[in-house]
């Protein structure tokens, strides 16, 4: 029961390059989010999924594009990576809207 | 603008003690509100939920109250035990897909 998976768990990256971060989930869950965690600023959304194939804009999208082809994968991309993005990053998925989530153990970037 | 905030960086509490870990947020029309654990180095971990129907839930050792008028969440845990250790982050949210979190309450509790 490996639940939510995140890989890598630690990267970093120089300014401009780019990156893609991989969220898999076995709950069969529909809902799968994206979160940065910052000090002082405790978690906040990036964008979210409700379903296979669909997406949508959370708090901070600006500098993220995301896929859900699978319903069992939730991909995030930095396109051209900014020193801005240098947080930890949590992967989360839901059985639906309002439920608890299952977060994976996190990706810890850095930007240089 | 900060919508979930916890006031509380840090909060020690004897064993056996009750521990209480608040929240207060900004938007009246908020309707779904977790509490999630977290150790170092780990994911959050789920812990508890209300909604604004209710004023009041209880899942064990853990009780989340909600006072809508005061816009105001606190989670109790009694007894506090050692594992209990860990950042508390309360979050909020309209729909119950965009959740806002609060910034988190590292809670200690001394054996």
């Known amino acids: 029961n490996a639940g939510v998976t995140q890989t890598p768990k630690f990267r970093v990256l120089k300014t401009g390059q780019s990156m893609t971060l991989l969220c898999a989930q076995d709950m069969n869950h529909e809902y799968m989010y994206w979160y940065r965690q910052d000090p002082g600023m405790g978690l906040r959304l990036i964008h979210y999924?409700?379903?296979?194939?669909?997406?949508a804009k959370g708090e901070v999208p600006d500098g993220y594009n995301v896929s859900r082809l699978k319903k069992q994968n939730f991909l995030l991309g930095l396109e051209s990576a900014a020193p801005s993005q240098t947080s930890v990053y949590f992967c989360?998925?839901?059985?639906?809207?309002?439920?608890?989530?299952?977060f994976g153990s996190g990706t810890r970037l850095t930007v240089v | 603008d900060q919508q979930v905030k916890q006031n509380s960086p840090s909060l020690s509490v004897q064993e056996g003690r009750i521990s209480i870990l608040n929240c207060d947020y900004t938007n009246s029309m908020f309707d779904y509100f977790l509490w999630y654990k977290k150790y170092p180095a780990e994911g959050p971990t789920f812990l508890i939920s209300i909604s604004s129907i209710k004023d009041k839930n209880e899942d064990g050792r853990f009780t989340v109250f909600l006072n809508k008028s005061a816009k105001h969440l606190s989670l109790h845990i009694v007894p506090s035990q050692p594992g209990d250790s860990a950042v508390y982050f309360c979050a909020a949210s309209l729909t119950g897909n965009q959740f806002y979190f609060g910034t988190g309450t590292s809670l200690t509790v001394i054996p």
């Open positions: 999924s409700v379903g296979e194939g669909t997406t």
């Open positions: 989360a998925s839901s059985y639906r809207a309002g439920y608890g989530y299952t």
